[in-house]
């Protein structure tokens, strides 16, 4: 049984305001070193085969799992 | 004129508006989100809330109940259609309106009435405002920083489809005043057509003196008037 692991995050030059408050948030406890934080969505799928799986994927990030107008998102296969 | 209220799992401003637009004389009905049919209302509402428990993106989930086929046919066909704070979002991710919206810049809900000015007063929603009119209303949400990439927002300026901006309290669209963070302070827009309009303020609490405001009554009504102007 493929596992699908798709993360979702905003896409680039979108503010990610969340993402920005997580950053301070670390600078004030000292972690100095962090560049940037972007926060996102983690979906996890399980499909019984893997008969185009790919196709698949794509089709629902774009259909449901993600705002193409403000997210971005990759995907791995188990 | 027949208007009807569309209402999803998870919608809470149904009976607000239900209430607003008869008390303004429309014969109001609810539709329901699994009706396949608009029961031939004149316009349809889409009201505030949570539908689907905002699970996802706020709308993601509603835009595909089956009532939104139809309210898509029926704006096709240049019915009128107000998506009011979740009810524009839903428009939003059901592409029949353009853009997205983000958390508001602060990460806080906002409650509370903000200014708007009316950008373009020819539409069937605002033929009873008067050009620049500013109207106070309440917004109530967490997601209502309106986003579209620079193209899109240029389009919706050159076809005026900006309906109402967020400003201060010399009617100027300051940074500061759009208090979400929205894009262009961006509050509510209409299609391309102008026959489909989402709103993140709620009008249907600003239609009686004792609510503090009667200013969203002009939307609702100038949405009437249109109509009985038609027929």
């Known amino acids: 049984m493929p596992k699908v692991k798709i993360y979702v995050t905003l896409r680039d030059g979108i503010l990610d305001v969340q993402g920005k408050m997580i950053h301070r948030a670390l600078g004030s406890l000292g972690y100095e070193n962090v560049d940037e934080v972007k926060v996102g969505k983690y979906l996890q799928l399980e499909f019984e085969d893997d008969a185009d799986i790919d196709q698949k994927i794509k089709k629902m990030c774009e259909q449901l799992l993600t ?3 403000i997210e971005d998102y990759t995907y791995e296969v188990e | 004129m ?3 209220v569309v209402i999803f799992p998870g919608s809470n401003c149904e009976t607000d508006t ?4 008869n008390y303004l004389g429309f014969n109001t009905e609810y ?3 699994r009706d396949s049919s608009l029961h ?7 009201p505030g809330g949570f539908s689907y428990g905002d699970y996802l993106r706020c709308g993601a989930v509603a835009r595909f109940s089956e009532i939104m086929e139809e309210i898509s046919r029926f704006a096709d066909s240049g019915g009128l259609v107000i998506g009011i704070c979740n009810g524009f979002q839903i428009l939003l991710e059901a592409g029949l309106l353009p853009g997205a919206m983000l958390h508001n810049k602060s990460l806080k809900f906002i409650c509370q009435t903000v200014n708007l000015r009316v950008e373009n007063n020819t539409l069937p929603f605002t033929n009873q405002c008067g050009a620049g009119e500013i109207l106070r209303i309440p917004i109530n949400h967490y997601e209502g920083n309106y986003f579209i990439d620079d193209e899109g927002l240029k389009e919706l300026e050159d076809n005026s489809q900006v ?14 005043a759009a208090p979400n963070g929205a894009l262009a302070n961006i509050a509510g827009l209409t299609n391309k057509s102008g026959n489909v309009f989402g709103l993140m303020p709620h009008p249907e609490r600003a239609v009686e003196e004792i609510l503090g405001s009667v200013d969203g009554a002009k939307l609702f009504l100038s949405a009437k008037i249109s109509k009985e102007a038609v027929s």
């Open chain 1, 67 to 69: 705002n193409p107008v």
């Open chain 2, 2 to 4: 027949k208007a009807g």
């Open chain 2, 18 to 21: 239900y209430d607003a637009l």
């Open chain 2, 31 to 33: 539709i329901w989100h």
């Open chain 2, 40 to 46: 031939k209302v004149d316009l349809v509402i889409l």
């Open chain 2, 163 to 176: 309906v109402l901006r967020y400003v201060d309290e010399n009617g100027e669209a300051t940074a500061d």
